[in-house]
């Protein structure tokens, strides 16, 4: 039986009915209700990552919705496909693939573990060398700075996880002395700011491509092997330096050799480990292990694996990336906002929204289901965010009085970098969580016209000063932000994403969609080479692009 066409399914549209314009379901009332705060709560524990507490009393549910959603869960199969995803069954079908991002994160005796392995060990040795100066660059010089060449799944992972660490303690300490950074965009102004300062003699530079193949990727990664080149000459061997200081991360080996990386350079991954969901292979394990070391990483990977064992182990009920799924499901398919928040207050967590926004759009955003027939209905949301405060300060004020984007907020009891000043009322990380616990309950409740006359507030202002609030969110409290931990967020966002592609019945593991802008820059860019070199007149476009194109070829420079 089709999704929309299930009994669950009506059940759960009729009680999003319920909840629209119904006062008695405003949750201002709703989060009174001290029993149905205490059942919308749940806490996942563990030696090394503390507490993870999510409150989601916030959402617009009540008990007998909550109920009606795990009988979604059950009649979707949720529970089958999970199991489906851990014992590695062909789930990605349109690319005949399975999906298996948690084996990277299994240790040794996991199921992948001697695979895995193979290449852990390989990086440690190799990380270690670079690190201890064992490995030097072709001239002799330590090589203290890496720059990791890489687009999308194979930048925004480990880009999330080097900002996530930079003021971790153990970490800090362990990259003293290093430099790490991210070339992504094609832009030569991104290439000219990521080199423009940095020593070739002491830059050891990382091709990431799980395909090798990405245009991007591949011009970047021509245009750095030149600078490398170039800003050696005369100094060393051309063959020395790219043997030592030019290396890649590949599922794509024979291409990374074509392209002229030598074999003991590459470090390789597996077609089971989705672009999107790669942080934890070579991709985002070498070069993170190079800037803060590979126990840090080895952290980081236990971290991610605690929360595989919870989520294909745990009650539905206290399972955290279940409830999160079908929150989603809950508050996109039924309650109708297409939009989500992402709102870490915590710095380290700046780029933890881009990083999802990937996880789950470019897995979400399909149009048909698994057996390729379109769907009626629409799946994938919005997705973005920033770190509080900053957010407060830019967007939020859309949150409160315009549109209403269900948002989760994430929070942390100790502060990576506490800075507490005895003049002061309370500490800087307080102040910062003063607001992490306003802000949801601002969202939710709001400020009535009567409050605001309470308040004094002038009549022919109040109109400007009400808050609508019912606006839903979530709360997830944890102890601390270090290696582990990280890994966990990262895993409970990953699997949130694989629970909401179960329940709408598509293939969360493929990305087709990405393909047709490709093609046609093709067909752009050999135009712009025929028009730059034989002087070839703009055939073949639309009107509107031959315009633009026409333009663009007669005002820019080569
Ligand atoms: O790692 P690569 O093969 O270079 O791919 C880089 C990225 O580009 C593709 O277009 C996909 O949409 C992404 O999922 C992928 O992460």
Redesign the pocket.
């Known amino acids: 039986m089709s999704f929309t066409s299930s009994a669950t399914y009506a059940s759960l549209k009729s009680a999003a009915e319920g909840f629209k314009n119904n006062p008695k379901l405003h949750l201002r009332e709703l989060c009174g209700d001290s029993e149905r705060v205490a059942v919308l709560a749940t806490t996942h524990e563990s030696k090394e990552g503390g507490k993870m507490s999510l409150d989601y009393s916030r959402q617009q549910i009540d008990l007998p919705t909550l109920d009606l959603l795990f009988d979604l869960a059950t009649s979707r199969s949720l529970p089958q496909k999970i199991k489906s995803l851990a014992s590695g069954e062909v789930i990605n079908k349109t690319e005949g693939r399975r999906v298996g991002h948690h084996w990277l994160r299994e240790g040794r005796t996991g199921k992948m573990g001697e695979e895995v392995w193979g290449v852990l060990d390989r990086v440690k040795e190799f990380t270690d060398k670079v690190r201890s100066g064992a490995h030097l660059g072709a001239t002799g010089k330590p090589l203290t700075n890496v720059v990791a060449i890489?687009?999308?799944?194979?930048?925004?992972g480990p880009e999330f996880v080097n900002e996530s660490l930079r003021a971790d303690p153990v970490a800090r300490s362990a990259a003293s002395g290093r430099t790490l950074r991210f070339l992504a965009n094609v832009d030569p102004v991104d290439y000219h700011l990521t080199f423009t300062d940095l020593d070739p003699e002491s830059t050891l530079i990382i091709i990431?491509?799980?395909?090798?193949?990405?245009a991007?990727?591949m011009l970047n990664a021509r245009t750095a092997r030149e600078w490398l080149t170039k800003g050696t000459e005369g100094k060393a061997d051309v063959k020395d330096v790219l043997g030592k200081q030019f290396i890649a991360v590949?599922?794509?080996v024979e291409k990374a050799k074509e392209f002229g990386i030598m074999e003991e350079n590459v470090f390789g991954f597996w077609d089971w480990v989705?672009?999107?969901y790669?942080v934890c292979s070579s991709?985002g394990v070498v070069p993170l292990s190079l800037q803060y070391s590979f126990p840090v990483m080895e952290s980081f990977l236990s971290g991610a694996n605690n929360i595989d064992t919870h989520f294909f182990n745990a009650p539905l009920r206290s399972n955290i990336p279940v409830i999160l799924g079908l929150l989603g499901v809950w508050n996109s398919t039924f309650m109708g906002y297409e939009t989500r928040c992402l709102l870490p207050y915590s710095q380290a967590l700046k780029r933890l929204p881009a990083h999802i926004q990937?996880v789950d759009m470019?897995s979400n955003g399909k149009r048909v289901d698994m057996e390729g027939k379109e769907l009626d209905f629409q799946t994938g949301e919005f997705n973005f965010g920033e770190p509080g405060t900053n957010g407060q300060h830019s967007f939020y004020q859309l949150l409160h009085q315009g549109r209403v984007a269900p948002s989760d907020f994430i929070g942390f009891c100790r502060s990576q970098s506490p800075v507490s000043l005895p003049s002061e009322r309370v500490a800087n990380h307080d102040e910062l969580m003063a607001n992490f616990f306003a802000q949801p309950d601002a969202l939710a409740y709001g400020k009535t016209e009567k409050d605001c006359r309470d308040e004094g507030i002038k009549e022919e202002l109040i109109p400007h000063k009400v808050f609508p609030g019912n606006r839903p969110s979530s709360s997830l409290l944890m102890t601390h932000l270090d290696a582990f931990s990280i890994g966990q967020l990262l895993a409970v966002y990953e699997h949130r994403t694989a629970v909401q592609g179960f329940i709408w019945g598509i293939n969360s593991f493929d990305?087709w969609?990405?393909?047709l802008g490709?093609a046609l820059a093709g067909q752009v860019r050999n135009q712009i080479m025929a028009t730059r070199r034989e002087g070839a007149s703009v055939a073949g476009f639309n009107a509107s692009t031959t315009n633009m194109l026409e333009s663009y070829l007669k005002q820019s420079k080569e």
């Open positions: 890489g687009i999308g799944g194979s930048q925004l990431v491509s799980k395909t090798f193949t990405t991007e990727t590949s599922s794509a989705g672009g999107r790669s991709v990937q470019e990305q969609g990405v393909e490709k």
